[in-house]
T-cell receptor, first 112, second 112 residues
Framework: GNSVTQMEGPVTLSEEAFLTINCTYT??????LFWYVQYPGEGLQLLLK?????DKGSNKGFEATYRKETTSFHLEKGSVQVSDSAVYFC???????????FGKGTKLTVNP | DTAVSQTPKYLVTQMGNDKSIKCEQN?????MYWYKQDSKKFLKIMFS???????INETVPNRFSPKSPDKAHLNLHINSLELGDSAVYFC???????????FGPGTRLLVL
């Protein structure tokens, strides 16, 4: 079945550091890939997505590129802020009205 | 305007009780979902409804019964609550072949 593997957390960085959170997936066909973010005490928000190979999703300074050859969708940000502290979830889905399959989440803490 | 709303936000109850969580979306979407997030932040699909019809039913105890009175609502009723039901329950919605799912703020259930 489909699955998503994320790097284990927690990740602790200083402000303005470079962020990478690794995500790889296993799926048949061509899934759509997502990053969701969960700020403390809140629900999930879509951060970015990519629906086909080589697409790059970007939002709020975060980027991720859909790499079919390595089945990866790594999340990157050049300079993190304290306000980026949250749990980040990589996820995939195939087709409309289909369930999201989530990775286990990576907790990011950014210190001033 | 809140796109996907859930009530209640917090629910503390005793083992053996029956409780309901309500979800409403005002996005005009035709598909709604329930996800469970455990204490380790792991998210997993429970149910999905499309146009009031059940389309995904993962391995969930039959103490959990979803009900969709109309396209905009998907409620979750839980009978005979157990300690292991303590979790955060998220409702989400999407539109047809549009794969992005929009999440509610979550309902934090604590069973004592």
């Amino acid at each position: 079945g489909n699955s998503v593997t994320q790097m284990e957390g927690p990740v602790t960085l200083s402000e303005e550091a470079f962020l990478t959170i690794n995500c790889t997936y296993t799926a048949t066909g061509y899934p759509s890939l997502f990053w969701y973010v969960q700020y403390p005490g809140e629900g999930l928000q879509l951060l970015l997505k990519a629906t086909k190979a080589d697409d790059k999703g970007s939002n709020k300074g975060f980027e991720a590129t859909y790499r079919k050859e390595t089945t990866s969708f790594h999340l990157e940000k050049g300079s993190v802020q304290v306000s980026d502290s949250a749990v980040y979830f990589c996820a995939l889905t195939q087709g409309g009205s289909e369930k999201l399959v989530f990775g286990k989440g990576t907790k990011l803490t950014v210190n001033p | 305007d809140t796109a996907v709303s859930q009530t209640p936000k917090y629910l503390v109850t005793q083992m053996g009780n029956d409780k309901s969580i309500k979800c409403e979306q005002n996005l005009g979407h035709d598909t709604m979902y329930w996800y469970k997030q455990d204490s380790k932040k792991f998210l997993k699909i429970m149910f999905s409804y499309n146009n009031k019809e059940l389309i995904i039913n993962e391995t969930v105890p039959n103490r959990f019964s979803p009900k969709s009175p109309d396209k905009a609502h998907l409620n979750l009723h839980i009978n005979s609550l157990e300690l292991g039901d303590s979790a955060v329950y998220f409702c989400a919605s999407s539109q047809g072949s549009e794969e992005t799912q929009y999440f509610g703020p979550g309902t934090r259930l604590l069973v004592l």
